[in-house]
C-alpha cells in the first residue's frame, strides 16, 4: 500500500509532468536535463571527492534551478522519497556544494561541482544522499478553478564508499512474486555488509513446459541492513519478457560487489 | 571515483517522475526540524562552469525558425598537389503549422583546383505540407536527390541510388498508405572537398513513382527514371560521351511484426538499343531466437539507373542467420555470387561469429571469413571483452591470408572512464606480415577522445601510428584532430587538421563479394589538409499545436455565429440577433464565447470532424438550443468552415 505521502508524490510527478510538457509547448517551465543520473564514488576517510554533475536547461529561456541536498529513503516498492531535514546518522554534513542557486541560459549547460570529505576518523562505510534540483515553483490551474503550486524536481542520488565498505548480499529466501503484472520468481536478498549492493549475473532455466529461459535479477539497489525481493524476470530473446509455467528451475551465477558471485541452482513452484 | 554510466555511457535522463506539491512538500511536517542548510565550496565563490547552447537567439515568440551561416576556408594538399577552397554555405528553416517546414539551403565555393573549379548549390524545400484527406506533400526546387518509393529505397542487399538533379521534385503521401512522386531537371554531380556544390552534367532526367499499400501486410511500387544526352564525366572525363536511358523499378514487398520478403525488378533500356534486366528477391524471418535472412539475385550486365550504375553481371544468392540470447550471439551466413557473363568464376563466401558473455564483465569472441573462388583467402580473429578498474578494455588477434600474403594483428584497446564530457579510447598495435618471401614486424598506436580545454574550448582527437620494420618498412599516419571553441552564443569557430600517409600495404581484409553500391568514403592515400571555419547558428519560435490537432497536421478554423433564429427557419436572417456571451465548447475540451453580435471562432483546429456544443447557461429566455445543442463538423486544412448555429424560442 502507498502511503499518503507516496500518493501526493505521485500526483505531484503526474502534474508536474503534465505541467512540464505544455509549458515546454508555451516556452516556459522545468525542462533541466542531468547526466548522470546517479554517482557511485568512493573515498578514504580525511580525503575528498570532487564530482561534476552536468546540469542542461533543454528550453529556449533562461531558467534558474535550486540545488541542495536531501536524505532519502527506499521503501518497499523500490519508491523513493526525499527528506529535506537531516536523517538521523546523515553524512550531509560532509558534502558541500557549488552554491544554491544557478541560473542556466536557454539551452546551455552548467557544470554544477560537488564534493564530499569524510573526516579522517570516518569508519568504514556508505554516505549516501541526493542532490535534489529543483525548478522555479508555478501556478498550475487546476479543474475548478484552483491554482496549484508546482514545481519540478530532479533527484540524483549519490553513494560514496567510505575505505574499504562493501556489500555482502546472501539468499536468505526464495519464491513466487509479481513483476509487471507477471508471477516471477523472487529472491529474498539480505546485505550484510556495509555498502549497498545490486546483483546481476546469467541465470537459466527450464519450465514446466520444456522452454529454456533467461533470468535477469532485478539491478534494484539493496542497503545495507535490508532484506529485499528481487524478481528474476524470465525472456527468450533479449528485452522480451515473457511468461511462466511452473515449476521452474533456475540455475547460473549471481554477481555483485567487486568480483563476489553467488550460485543458485533453485526450483520455484507456485 | 568514477560517475556511475550506463553500458552505452549515455546517461542523460529527463525526469520529471518526482514533483512536489507546496502541500506535499509540507508533510515533512510542521513539527519536522528546520530544513539543513548545505555547506557551499569555497564560500559559494566558485566561477560558474556554464556553457551556451550551441544556438544563438532566445526568442520564442513565432513559429520555429533557425539560420545558420559558415565561411570555411581549407587546404588540401594531395600527393604533393595542393588546392586551395573557400567557401560560404547558407542554410535557413521556417517551421509553418500550416504549410509545412521551409528550409533553404545555399553553398558558394571557389576553388583552384583543375578537377572541381568552383560552383554553386541552391535548395528550397517544402517538407510535410498538410493536405486534405490525410495527404502530406514535400516539394523541392533547387538542387536534390531524386525522390523515390519506399520500396524502393529500403533494399536488403543492393542499393537503388537516386539522382543529383537541377530542378523540380514533388512527392505526395496519403496516411502511409498511397506515395506518388515525380521530380525533372538536369542531372549532375556533387564536387568540392568541403563545400559541396552542383556541377552539371548536361541534358535532362525525369523521375515518377507510385506506391500503394493494399494492406498492413502488402505493398506496391513502381519507379521510372529517364535520362536524354547526359555526360558521363566532367573535367577531364568529359570526354566520355553522353548517356541516354529508361529504367524501370517495379517490386511488392510483404511484411509482418516478425517475417517480410519482398521481390525486386529492374529493367533499363540504354540509347544503344542495349536491355537489360535484373531481379532480386529478399526475405527474412524470426523464429523466437534466431532471425533468418536469405534471397537471390539475377542482375545482367551494364544494367543502370538513369545515368547511376547498379551492381550488375551477377546472380546468386545468400542466407543469413542471427542467434542472440543475453549471454549468446552467434551469427553465421553464405554467400554465393558468379558473373552472368564473360569471364570470372563463381565465388563462395563464408562468414561466422560467436561472442559469449561468461560474466557481466567479461565475454569471449571470435569470427572467421573464408572466400573460394577467383581469389581464395580467409581471416580469422578472436577477443576478449573485460571490464577493468579504469574501463573496458579488449585484446583481439586478427589473422588474414590470401595468395599474396600472410598477416597478423594483435591489439589491445581500453576504452577509459576519464568523467563527465570527457572520453578517451586508446589502442596498441603489434603486427607481423609475410609477404612474397620478405616479412615485417610492425607496431603501432592509436587514440580516439574528446577533452574539454575549459569554457566552450573542445578538442576532438583521432589519430593512428604504425610502423613497420624489417623487409619491408612502412609508416602509416592517420591523424584528425578538430578544436571547436563556441566564444559566443550561436558562434563556434573550428580548426581541423586531417593528415593520412601510408607507405605500406593495405592490410587484407576478407569481405562478401556482393557489391552493394552503397556510398564509401574513400580514404586517400596521402592527404594532408587544413580547415579553418566560423560558423554561426540562431533559432527561435516555438512549434505550435492547433485545437484537437498535431504538431505539423495543419489546421483549419471554425467560424460562426450562434443566433436567435426568431423565424425558426434555421437560417440567420437579415436583423436576427446573435446570441452574445454564451460559451461554446469545441469537443468537449476547449471553449470560447461569443460577442456582442453572437459570433465566435476557433482559429486553429486539427483537420478532422469536430463536436461544438452550446452552453445554454447564458442564454437569453425564452430561447433555448435545438435538441441537444451539438453541432458536428468538418474542418479542412487551411479552410475556414462556417457554422451557424440556431436557437428558438421556447414555444
Redesign the interface.
Same mark, same amino acid.
Request: hydrophobic share 40%; glycine share 8%.
Given at each position: 500500500m502507498l502511503s499518503?505521502?507516496q500518493y501526493?508524490?505521485i500526483?505531484?510527478?503526474i502534474?508536474?509532468?503534465a505541467?512540464?510538457f505544455s509549458a515546454h509547448?508555451?516556452?516556459?517551465g522545468?525542462a533541466?536535463? &542531468?547526466?548522470?543520473? !546517479?554517482?557511485?564514488?568512493? #573515498?578514504k576517510p580525511g580525503s575528498r571527492?570532487r564530482?561534476?554533475? *552536468?546540469i542542461s536547461n533543454?528550453s529556449?529561456?533562461?531558467a534558474t534551478y535550486h540545488v541542495?541536498?536531501g536524505d532519502w529513503t527506499l521503501g518497499a516498492d523500490a519508491g523513493?522519497t526525499?527528506?529535506?531535514?537531516?536523517a538521523a546518522g546523515?553524512c550531509?554534513?560532509w &558534502?558541500?556544494?557549488? !552554491?544554491?542557486d544557478?541560473? #542556466?541560459?536557454?539551452?546551455?549547460?552548467?557544470?554544477y561541482?560537488? *564534493?564530499v570529505t569524510p573526516p579522517a576518523d570516518a569508519s568504514a562505510g556508505e554516505c549516501r544522499f541526493a542532490l535534489l534540483i529543483e525548478g522555479d515553483?508555478q501556478m498550475v490551474k487546476a479543474p475548478g478553478g484552483l491554482n496549484?503550486?508546482?514545481?519540478?524536481?530532479?533527484?540524483v542520488i549519490v553513494y560514496v564508499t567510505i575505505g574499504s565498505a562493501a556489500p555482502d548480499l546472501q539468499i536468505v529466501g526464495t519464491g513466487i512474486g509479481e513483476a509487471n503484472g507477471r508471477p516471477v520468481p523472487v529472491l529474498q536478498i539480505r546485505n550484510a555488509g556495509n555498502a549497498h549492493g545490486r546483483l546481476?549475473?546469467?541465470l537459466?532455466g527450464v519450465d514446466a513446459t520444456g522452454r529454456t529461459l533467461?533470468f535477469?535479477p532485478s539491478t534494484l539497489p539493496i542497503l545495507p541492513d535490508e532484506t529485499r525481493q528481487i524478481p528474476l524476470v524470465a525472456?527468450?530473446?533479449?528485452d522480451t519478457p515473457t511468461d511462466i509455467s511452473y515449476p521452474v528451475r533456475v540455475r547460473g551465477?549471481l554477481?555483485w560487489g567487486a568480483g563476489k558471485?553467488t550460485e543458485l541452482d533453485q526450483v520455484f513452484a507456485r | 571515483m568514477s560517475p556511475c554510466v550506463t553500458a552505452s555511457h549515455l546517461c542523460l535522463l529527463l525526469v520529471c517522475a518526482l514533483a512536489l506539491t507546496r502541500a506535499a512538500a509540507q508533510d515533512n511536517g510542521p513539527d519536522a526540524a528546520p530544513d539543513y542548510q548545505d555547506r557551499l565550496i569555497d564560500d559559494g565563490k566558485l566561477a560558474p562552469d556554464v556553457s551556451q547552447d550551441m544556438y544563438g537567439g532566445n526568442n520564442p515568440e513565432g513559429w520555429p525558425r533557425a539560420f545558420r551561416a559558415q565561411l570555411s576556408a581549407g587546404r588540401v594538399t594531395r600527393n604533393d598537389a595542393a588546392t586551395n577552397e573557400t567557401g560560404l554555405v547558407l542554410g535557413g528553416m521556417l517551421d509553418t503549422p500550416n504549410y509545412g517546414a521551409f528550409t533553404i539551403d545555399a553553398n558558394f565555393r571557389a576553388s583552384n583546383s583543375d578537377a572541381y573549379g568552383s560552383g554553386t548549390l541552391f535548395t528550397l524545400s517544402q517538407r510535410a505540407l498538410p493536405m486534405n484527406g490525410g495527404w502530406f506533400g514535400n516539394n523541392a526546387l533547387g538542387v536534390f536527390n531524386t525522390p523515390s518509393t519506399d520500396l524502393a529505397r529500403q533494399q536488403y542487399r543492393f542499393y537503388m541510388p537516386t539522382i543529383p538533379t537541377l530542378g523540380a521534385a514533388t512527392e505526395w503521401r496519403r496516411n502511409g498508405d498511397l506515395q506518388l512522386n515525380a521530380s525533372v531537371g538536369e542531372p549532375g554531380l556533387y564536387t568540392g572537398i568541403f563545400v559541396p556544390t552542383f556541377e552539371s552534367l548536361g541534358g535532362r532526367v525525369a523521375t515518377g513513382g507510385l506506391q500503394y499499400r493494399f494492406s498492413n501486410e502488402w505493398a506496391a511500387a513502381a519507379q521510372v527514371a529517364a535520362v536524354n544526352d547526359v555526360a558521363l564525366g566532367t573535367g577531364p572525363s568529359a570526354s566520355l560521351g553522353t548517356t541516354s536511358a529508361r529504367s524501370l523499378y517495379a517490386g511488392t514487398g510483404w511484411g509482418t511484426a516478425n517475417a517480410r520478403a519482398q521481390l525486386n525488378f529492374v529493367d533499363s533500356a540504354i540509347e544503344d538499343g542495349s536491355n537489360q534486366t535484373g531481379v532480386w528477391f529478399d526475405a527474412g524471418g524470426r523464429t523466437e531466437r534466431v532471425y533468418h535472412s536469405f534471397g537471390a539475385f539475377y542482375l545482367s550486365p551494364n544494367l543502370v539507373w538513369g545515368n547511376q550504375p547498379l551492381p550488375s553481371n551477377i546472380e546468386g544468392a545468400y542466407y543469413r542467420a542471427d542467434f542472440q540470447t543475453r549471454r549468446w550471439m552467434i551469427d553465421g551466413g553464405l554467400d554465393y555470387v558468379a558473373p552472368v557473363s564473360g569471364p570470372g568464376s563463381a565465388t563462395l563466401y563464408a562468414v561466422g561469429n560467436v561472442r559469449y558473455q561468461y560474466l557481466t564483465g567479461l565475454g569471449i569472441g571470435g569470427g572467421a571469413n573464408v572466400l573460394e573462388g577467383a581469389t581464395n583467402a580467409w581471416s580469422a580473429f578472436g577477443y576478449v571483452d573485460y571490464a577493468n578498474p579504469w574501463g573496458i578494455g579488449r585484446a583481439q588477434i586478427n589473422y588474414a591470408t590470401d595468395s599474396q600474403q600472410d598477416s597478423t594483428q594483435l591489439t589491445i584497446d581500453q576504452s577509459w572512464n576519464p568523467g563527465a564530457g570527457t572520453n578517451l579510447s586508446t589502442s596498441l598495435l603489434l603486427g607481423h606480415l609475410d609477404s612474397g618471401g620478405a616479412s615485417a614486424n610492425s607496431v603501432g598506436v592509436a587514440v580516439f577522445g574528446t577533452l574539454p580545454l575549459g569554457g566552450r574550448l573542445t578538442l576532438s582527437a583521432n589519430a593512428r601510428w604504425t610502423k613497420a620494420f624489417g623487409d619491408l618498412p612502412s609508416e602509416n599516419v592517420l591523424a584528425n584532430l578538430a578544436l571547436n571553441w563556441g566564444f559566443a552564443p550561436g558562434w563556434m569557430a573550428s580548426l581541423n587538421y586531417y593528415e593520412s600517409r601510408n607507405t605500406g600495404q593495405i592490410p587484407l581484409v576478407v569481405t562478401s563479394p556482393i557489391p552493394t553500391l552503397t556510398p564509401v568514403f574513400v580514404q586517400q592515400l596521402n592527404d594532408r589538409t587544413v580547415f579553418l571555419a566560423l560558423r554561426y547558428e540562431w533559432r527561435g519560435g516555438t512549434p505550435s499545436v492547433p485545437l484537437s490537432g498535431a504538431a505539423g497536421g495543419g489546421f483549419g478554423s471554425i467560424a460562426g455565429v450562434l443566433y436567435l433564429d426568431a423565424n425558426d427557419n434555421s437560417r440567420l436572417d437579415a436583423g436576427e440577433q446573435g446570441a452574445a456571451n454564451v460559451t461554446i465548447v469545441l469537443d468537449g475540451r476547449f471553449s470560447a464565447r461569443t460577442d456582442a453580435q453572437g459570433r465566435f471562432e476557433f482559429p486553429a483546429v486539427g483537420p478532422g470532424e469536430h463536436v461544438i456544443a452550446v452552453v445554454p447557461d447564458n442564454l437569453p429566455l425564452p430561447w433555448s438550443v435545438a435538441g441537444d445543442g451539438r453541432v458536428n463538423v468538418q474542418v479542412r486544412v487551411r479552410d475556414q468552415t462556417q457554422v451557424d448555429i440556431p436557437v428558438r424560442q421556447l414555444r
Open positions: 499518503a505521502i501526493r508524490l500526483a505531484g510527478a502534474a508536474a509532468c505541467w512540464a509547448a508555451q516556452a516556459q522545468f533541466a536535463v &542531468v547526466s548522470p543520473p !546517479r554517482f557511485e564514488l568512493s #573515498v571527492v564530482e561534476v554533475v *552536468e533543454a529556449p529561456q533562461s541542495r541536498t523513493v526525499f527528506l529535506d531535514r537531516l546523515s550531509r554534513p &558534502v558541500a556544494i557549488e !552554491r544554491r544557478i541560473v #542556466v541560459p536557454g539551452g546551455g549547460r552548467y557544470r561541482r560537488f *564534493e515553483e496549484i503550486p508546482v514545481s519540478g524536481r530532479i533527484g546481476t549475473g546469467f537459466s533467461e535477469t525472456s527468450t530473446a533479449p551465477t554477481e558471485r | -
